[in-house]
């Protein structure tokens, strides 16, 4: 196992968002609300990135068909919906926040 470091904890606000690419794995670091996500870059629907998805109140709206997911539990708010998002639990260490895979 080996920590990856994404971002320095100083650089963290509300309305952060920003992709990351580690060891093959697609990674969104969020921050909304005061409180860190760290998900699998790729909307369950149709596989879109969500890079540049809409983010507000615990909620992220996929922009290709706008099926919004809660950022808590990754359940998808649409009828029959989908495998939820793909969570990671971020890991801190000094002023960095990052994954160990
Ligand atoms: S690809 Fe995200 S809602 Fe369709």
Not at 37 to 55: F, G, K, Q, V, W
Not at 62 to 85: K, T, V, W, Y
């Amino acid at each position: 196992m080996t920590y990856y470091p994404l971002e320095k904890l100083h650089q963290l606000y509300d309305g952060y968002q920003r992709a990351f690419r580690v060891q093959g794995l697609e990674l969104l670091l969020i921050q909304d609300q005061q409180r860190t996500y760290l998900i699998e870059n790729r909307c369950p629907h149709m596989d879109a990135p969500l890079t540049y998805a809409s983010i507000r109140d615990g909620v992220i709206r996929c922009p290709m068909h706008g099926i919004e997911f809660n950022l808590d539990s990754g359940q998808g708010r649409a009828p029959g919906c989908l495998q939820p998002l793909k969570s990671y639990t971020p890991v801190y260490e000094g002023n960095t926040i990052g994954i160990v895979i």
